[in-house]
């Protein structure tokens, strides 16, 4: 493999210079092949095309001839000289010194920030146990009825409205006058515990027509922190009640599962690797999330300065315009947009880290898979929604996600052998 001359400058904060050496029959080689590539394209009186001296053209060409000898070579050699001396641009460089002579060797630098060098943190930090998947019956038997449910058929009911049966619903609800929830057509499984306990307490018994009100106290630590706690006021009326009647266990129904499922036996395993699945996710998410967050307040490393430039101002755009921040002044903004910029070029380094030290590859068909599912959600085919630039970017954010989810299992299970 051929040697380069390559020299290597320092300039403190994670800023490099290399100056590269480019051998004279190389620089020579570039204008032979520039020579053969130019003279069938022109014409100079007195001469056949693609007959006339290269010396002749070389001169009367003589910038075109450079400019193509440079830009052959320089980006061929900064990448030869950068995987010689082991070193991994951050951003791309800024180039110098490009003069260029024919019998002469090109001289040429390349200026650069590089990424730092740090050791991983100890997985002892995160405190993390191994933890086993656990899961009850009961749980198991409501995976399973929601899988019936989905395959349920439904027929007209006159009596009142009781567990199991689907009710068509319309309703709103207010807190303080304020509306907080308006639907029509809802269709519902009593029984199914989507909705709040008090909820399906009132609806249970009605009949088909009838309109109530009813009023309903949130929990504490609902979901929608605006809510916790609040008494809301509802209006509903049934439209439709209906009696489930629930799927045959045959081959038609056991098909939709897959190879596998050929029995009821097996589609209970189906059910029950389901819930396992799940309670593994979830375990995982919550060992994701304290990773995450150990990783933000032990991580400290300089980052490239362009990076976190770009980065910072990508964020103080998006703050910008959020509504929440519209009484906050631009320099407190800029001070969070930086701080949070901090703190994702350095995870995303460690990422990367990880997954060159061992040698990790992102899952390209979970990314796919995932890529497929937001692609059904917004009801455009995969290959169609890939061909446009924020489809691209819906991608690309996808194989982000599932990059750090793969580094930060990795990490998971270290900590928790």
């Known amino acids: ?41 022109v014409s100079i009186n007195g001469f056949r095309k693609g007959k006339m001296p290269q010396s002749l053209l070389e001169k009367r060409f003589n910038k075109v001839m450079k400019n193509e000898a440079v830009e052959t070579l320089v980006p061929e050699y900064y990448d030869k000289a950068i995987k010689q001396e082991s070193i991994k641009p951050a951003v791309r460089p800024t180039f110098d010194e490009l003069e260029i002579e024919k019998d002469k060797p090109l001289v040429f630098s390349a200026s650069f920030e590089i990424y730092p060098d740090f050791d991983l943190p100890d997985h002892s930090v995160y405190g993390l146990k191994k933890q086993e998947i656990e899961f009850t019956e009961e749980e198991v038997a409501e995976q399973k009825q929601r899988h019936l449910e989905n395959a349920a058929t439904f027929t ?47 609806l249970l018994g009605m009949k088909k027509d009838e309109e109530k009100d009813f009023d309903l106290t949130f929990p504490t630590d609902y979901n929608e922190e605006k ?29 939709k599962y897959g190879e596998k499922v050929k029995s009821e036996e ?13 309670k593994d996710y979830e375990i995982k998410g919550d060992n994701r999330k304290i990773v995450r967050e150990k990783l933000t307040d032990i991580l400290d490393f300089e980052v490239p300065e362009q990076l976190l430039q770009e980065e910072t101002r990508a964020r103080f755009n998006q703050v910008k315009q959020d509504p929440a921040n519209k009484d906050a ?76 989810e793969t580094a930060l299992d990795f990490l998971i299970e270290k900590a928790t052998e």
Do not use: H, W
Not at 14 to 28: A, C, D, G, M, S
Not at 165 to 191: C, P, R, T
Not at 245 to 251: G, S
């Open 1 to 41: 493999m051929e040697s380069l001359d390559v020299k290597i400058e320092d300039l403190g904060n994670l800023k490099r210079k290399i100056t590269v050496t480019v051998p004279q029959e190389k620089v020579r080689e570039a204008y032979n092949k520039t020579y053969l590539s130019m003279k069938d394209k």
């Open 156 to 202: 007209p009911k006159d009596d009142a409205a009781a567990n199991g049966d689907q009710v068509v619903i319309e309703f709103n609800g207010k807190v303080d006058d304020e509306s907080i929830a308006d639907a029509k057509d809802q269709k519902y499984i009593l029984g199914s515990k989507q909705f709040l306990p008090e909820f399906e307490e009132a």
């Open 227 to 255: 809510l916790q706690g609040k008494t809301a006021q509802f209006s509903v009326k049934v439209s439709e009640i209906n009696a489930t009647q629930p799927p045959e266990m045959d081959e038609a129904f056991f098909s």
């Open 266 to 278: 097996d589609f209970n395993q189906y059910v029950e690797d389901e819930v396992k699945f799940r």
């Open 329 to 404: 002044s631009d320099a407190d903004l800029e001070e969070k947009a930086k701080k949070e910029a901090a703190e994702q070029l350095r995870f995303s380094i460690l990422v990367q880290k990880v997954l060159d030290d061992e040698d990790i590859k992102t899952d390209e068909q979970e990314v796919y898979r995932r890529f497929e599912m937001n692609c059904a959600m917004i009801g455009i085919r995969p290959e169609e929604l890939v061909k446009e630039e924020y489809g691209m970017q819906i991608y690309q954010q996808t194989y982000g996600i599932v990059t750090e």
